[in-house]
């Protein structure tokens, strides 16, 4: 079991800025990520990142806004978002993988709202 808990939504406005912060515990995970869904959406996938290398992937409509990072000692990952447009307004979801090939573990979700 993993057990995620996330923090560092908010209300801000377009080009503000917010970190998202998600710690986990239980078992190891390759990887983890954020998703979202926005009102009458589907959920997405956001970012994730390999826990071992750091390597990183990110949905195009964030490159070069946002930004996936995990601190290992504190078993931490974080989603800095820059730059917010409204478009950004959903609730953001960490996930883990717990070291099989799928997300299997998600966190209770933050809401960002971006006003214009």
């Known amino acids: 079991q993993v057990q995620l808990v996330e923090s560092g939504g908010g209300l801000v406005r377009a080009g503000g800025s917010l970190r998202l912060s998600c710690a986990a515990s239980g078992r190891t995970s390759n990887h983890m990520g954020w998703f979202r869904r926005a009102p009458g959406k589907d959920r997405e996938f956001v970012a994730a990142?390999?826990?071992?290398?750091?390597?990183?992937d990110y949905t195009n409509s964030v490159k070069g806004r946002f930004t996936i990072s995990r601190d290992n000692t504190m078993n931490t990952v974080y989603l800095q978002m820059d730059s917010l447009k409204p478009e950004d307004t959903a609730v953001y979801y960490c996930a883990a993988d717990g070291s099989t090939s799928v997300y299997m573990y998600w966190g209770q979700g933050t809401q960002v709202t971006v006003s214009s």
């Open positions: 990142i390999n826990w071992s290398e750091g390597n990183t």
